[in-house]
């Protein structure tokens, strides 16, 4: 369903991806685990036409997207969930999950729908509706960033470290939402430094360092491989 093939792409004269090659089949969860600075998020960002590529290819559905928009690469299906808890803080929970629907604000009934949708997954977003979003707590704000991007109705969502900053109960909710995100019919690319819980919940895995992939597996082979155990699992 994704194709990234030989992506490159700099920050000024610093290089921070280079010929990053990866694949999502339409009913995969695909894991992409690296150390700070590795250049992740930069291969999302590219990926969602926030970065520009200087070189290589991003292909969706057999549809080359290297060069178009951010909004037009949301409205073919590619949503992301960004990392930092970018949400707007002064606007309602509720204000945030109806601007994810901005591509379809035309069709309310779908959007009421879909609200409805994201409340049943997060029961407490919808006990905390009419709150300012920069008063839930952390773990709170990552629900809404994932119920944001849900209202997007993605064919494919990013997750850019969804982990990052929670407790280990809150992680173990987080990835729990992301399995069943999947299982109801979602291909995900997740980002992610938990390397073992991102090896248990995918199918397929990559490796990156200083901007490329090294390595590249089955995620349970992966997890059994001893380089990948020594620098991401602790042994």
């Known amino acids: 369903m994704l194709e990234v093939s030989g992506l490159s792409a700099s920050y000024g004269p610093v290089r921070a991806l280079g010929n990053v090659s990866l694949a999502v089949g339409p009913k995969q969860i695909v894991c992409l685990l690296g150390a700070n600075?590795?250049?992740?998020?930069?291969?999302?960002?590219?990926?969602?036409?926030?970065?520009?590529?200087?070189?290589?290819?991003?292909?969706?559905?057999?549809?080359?997207?290297?060069?178009?928009?951010?909004?037009?690469?949301?409205?073919?299906?590619?949503?992301?969930?960004?990392?930092?808890?970018?949400?707007?803080?002064?606007?309602?929970?509720?204000?945030?999950?109806?601007?994810?629907?901005?591509?379809?604000?035309?069709?309310?009934?779908?959007?009421?729908?879909?609200?409805?949708?994201?409340?049943?997954?997060?029961?407490r977003l919808a006990e905390r509706s009419r709150q300012p979003a920069g008063t839930l707590s952390g773990g709170e704000q990552q629900m809404l960033l994932i119920g944001r991007g849900l209202m997007a109705r993605p064919r494919l969502l990013m997750f850019d470290e969804p982990s990052l900053g929670l407790s280990p109960i809150l992680v173990e909710q987080v990835f729990a939402i992301i399995a069943r995100i999947h299982a109801e019919g979602t291909p995900i690319l997740l980002v992610e430094q938990n390397a073992k819980v991102a090896l248990e919940v995918s199918s397929y895995g990559y490796i990156i360092e200083n901007g490329e992939i090294r390595l590249h597996g089955g995620s349970a082979k992966l997890a059994g491989d001893p380089q990948v155990r020594k620098a991401y699992l602790g042994g």
Do not use: M
């Open 37 to 123: 600075g590795a250049g992740k998020s930069t291969t999302l960002n590219c990926i969602s036409g926030l970065v520009a590529a200087t070189e290589g290819r991003v292909t969706f559905d057999g549809r080359d997207i290297t060069r178009h928009s951010v909004e037009q690469i949301v409205e073919y299906g590619i949503v992301q969930v960004p990392e930092g808890r970018e949400i707007f803080p002064t606007l309602t929970a509720e204000e945030n999950l109806v601007l994810g629907a901005w591509v379809h604000r035309r069709h309310k009934q779908q959007v009421r729908t879909d609200l409805a949708r994201v409340y049943e997954l997060f029961p």
